[in-house]
Nanobody, 119 residues
Framework: VQLQACGGGLVQAGGSLRLSCAASGRRVSDLGLGWFRQAPGKEREFVAVINWNGDVTSYADSVLGRFTISRDNAKNTVYLQMNSLKSEDTAVYYC?????????????WGQGTQVTVSS
């Protein structure tokens, strides 16, 4: 499966962005879909994940209550709504398919989209 993430950009602290990740090559309606991020000089970290039908989600403590992951299986797409953004949310955001919370469990990755939050 190929993943294409988009929606990143430059936003002021306190603002919002919505990331999208469209899958192609196969249907992903049976797969867990997740978002990870990597800031400069830091390791890639888990952000959020959603199960196959969207009724179970999990978030990193750092984004809980501010970010919402969702999916539209008809569109083969996963979303990440990011509100109340902070400068520490600045990172390249990656979508991934096929796992739950550990990065090594995911077998497909998107190319990443840059999110920059100015303070």
């Amino acid at each position: 499966v190929q993943l294409q993430a988009c929606g990143g950009g430059l936003v002021q602290a306190g603002g919002s962005l919505r990331l999208s990740c469209a899958a192609s090559g196969r249907r992903v309606s049976d797969l867990g879909l997740g978002w990870f991020r990597q800031a400069p000089g830091k390791e890639r970290e888990f952000v959020a994940v959603i199960n196959w039908n969207g009724d179970v989600t999990s978030y990193a403590d750092s984004v809980l209550g501010r970010f919402t992951i969702s999916r539209d299986n008809a569109k083969n797409t996963v979303y990440l709504q990011m509100n109340s953004l902070k400068s520490e949310d600045t990172a390249v955001y990656y979508c991934a398919a096929g796992g739950w919370s550990a990065a090594e469990d995911f077998h497909s990755w998107g190319q990443g989209t840059q999110v920059t939050v100015s303070s």
